[in-house]
């Protein structure tokens, strides 16, 4: 069975792939130019690899994907939040240069293959905060 109606009138859906997870590397900090490493908090269906930060999608689909960070104590540089399919960038959120401790989310909605790879990286020279409640990364499968 993969639905279920209860009797309170609840759709259930078993296995569906679902995640809101964020990183305890680096005391929870993105390194400058480099992939995230999404470790802790809810991955259901565990299709995050938590070494690696990687989604592999399980069945083809509709997936919604979001981000957040808050950019670390520095002025007068910029931080790219990057959500990566296969290798390209489908949606960035830019921490601007101006002020301390910017933040910024992105959030896209992709037709996904089975198997198609979803990472979240740093795309630029200013590390920020991914870890507890000032940076997460969320996705879920929609149908």
């Given at each position: 069975t993969n639905f279920e109606l209860t009797a309170a009138g609840y759709m259930k859906t078993p296995n569906q792939p679902v995640f809101g997870m964020y990183s305890t590397n680096n005391g929870g900090f993105a390194a400058a130019n480099s992939d995230i490493i999404i470790n802790a908090g809810y991955n259901g269906g565990n299709h995050v690899n938590t070494s690696t930060g990687v989604?592999?999608?399980?069945?083809?689909?509709?997936?919604?994907?979001?981000?957040?960070a808050?950019?670390?104590?520095?002025?007068?540089?910029?931080?790219?939040?990057?959500?990566?399919?296969?290798g390209s960038t489908v949606a960035e959120a830019r921490m601007d240069e101006s002020g301390n401790y910017t933040q910024a989310c992105a959030v896209v909605i992709l037709n996904l293959a089975a198997n198609d790879a979803?990472?979240?990286?740093?795309?630029?020279?200013?590390?920020?905060?991914?870890g507890g409640t000032y940076g997460r990364v969320n996705g879920h499968f929609l149908g």
């Open positions: 989604f592999t999608v399980p069945v083809a689909g509709r997936y919604m994907f979001s981000a957040y808050i950019k670390h104590n520095q002025n007068g540089v910029v931080a790219r939040l990057r959500i990566v399919q296969n979803i990472k979240f990286t740093n795309g630029d020279n200013t590390q920020f905060y991914m």
